[in-house]
């Protein structure tokens, strides 16, 4: 069982031709409205490979929030930790894409309500997980209750570092696996808290190249295939959501990335954060 600990947004996509100049106005092309944030992006895609997975986060007490909690019930997610909270809204995105790139901007909202305290409420749910997802669209000292409980139990901890934030060096021993862009990975690796032992828990996923991690003194490259790409969006989140997902099922390390690195590369031939994330068919389909 995998537990994400994370944001839920609403994605507010326009589309346009171009980035507008700061100071400018531009006609966009079209607007769309999708589920997204980071948390919920990663547990939707463990799920839809056949993961059973529990989500503990916050939406606002408003049509967002309430459009989310069912969306997240049709994707088979437990969400008995995932609470309206009254004196916020639910999490929103900015996205703004144009030729399959994007610009994000990040209002969290009721994500931030998640505390250290509402982390203890779920103490549970969470040690009797095998894999525990994270990102940073939740408060630090919530992630960093969470990474507590779950070294404490010797539970296998995956810290999405996005955005990127500093976080203290002693969340370096209590997590597994961090899988950073390689933006992230650049300032991870030149961060005081940094030191070459750590390297070995870097998984960088490098976009349409692949993925690369450094095991044994070696640097191993896995090569995404090549696809039409229809919207970036959210592919880091699927190789997220799918690594976790292959780790739970008990796949050996360099298997459970290559698998996750091909469902990423299926994901961003559809709109959407979520769109194009495969069932566990689709991905046996593509990978042959
Ligand atoms: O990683 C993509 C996600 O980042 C979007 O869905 C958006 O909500 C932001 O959280």
């Given at each position: 069982?995998?537990?994400?600990?994370?944001?839920?947004?609403?994605?507010l996509i326009s589309i346009v031709d171009r980035y507008p100049k700061l100071g400018e106005t531009i006609i966009g092309k079209e607007f769309h409205q999708n589920f997204?944030?980071?948390?919920?992006?990663?547990?939707?895609?463990?799920?839809?490979?056949?993961?059973?997975?529990?989500?503990?986060g916050r939406v606002g007490e408003d049509s967002f929030g309430t459009q989310y909690l069912s969306h997240l019930k049709n994707e088979c997610i437990n969400i008995d930790n995932v609470e309206p909270v009254t004196q916020t809204s639910t999490g929103i995105s900015s996205i703004?894409?144009?030729?399959?790139?994007n610009l994000i901007v990040v209002v969290p909202g009721a994500n931030?309500?998640?505390?250290?305290?509402?982390?203890?409420?779920?103490?549970?749910q969470i040690e009797?997980?095998?894999?525990?997802?994270?990102?940073?669209?939740?408060?630090?000292?919530?992630?960093?209750?969470?990474?507590?409980?779950?070294?404490?139990?010797?539970i296998t901890t995956i810290?999405?570092?996005?955005?990127?934030?500093?976080?203290p060096s002693e969340w370096w021993d209590m997590i597994t696996y961090l899988t950073p862009n390689e933006h992230e990975a650049e300032m991870l690796m030149n961060s005081p808290s940094f030191c070459e032992k750590y390297k070995e828990k870097l998984i960088i996923t490098k976009g349409?190249?692949?993925?690369?991690?450094?095991?044994?003194?070696?640097?191993?490259?896995?090569?995404?295939?090549?696809?039409?790409?229809?919207?970036?969006?959210?592919?880091?989140?699927?190789?997220n959501g799918a690594l976790s997902c292959f780790l739970d099922k008990g796949y050996e390390f360099h298997d459970a990335c290559y698998h996750a690195a091909f469902a990423a590369s299926l994901s961003v031939t559809k709109f959407g954060a979520q769109g194009g994330m495969p069932s566990l068919q689709e991905l046996k389909d593509f990978t042959g």
């Open positions: 069982m995998i537990t994400v600990i994370g944001s839920l947004n609403m994605d997204g944030g980071k948390g919920a992006n990663q547990a939707v895609a463990a799920a839809r490979l056949g993961s059973s997975v529990n989500m503990i703004t894409i144009t030729e399959g790139d931030y309500e998640l505390t250290p305290v509402d982390i203890d409420a779920c103490k549970e009797s997980s095998n894999v525990i997802l994270l990102q940073l669209e939740i408060p630090m000292e919530t992630v960093a209750r969470v990474l507590e409980i779950a070294s404490n139990k010797g810290l999405n570092p996005a955005p990127y934030q500093e976080f349409k190249q692949g993925i690369a991690y450094h095991k044994n003194g070696k640097d191993i490259f896995i090569k995404a295939p090549e696809v039409q790409v229809e919207d970036t969006t959210g592919a880091g989140d699927t190789f």
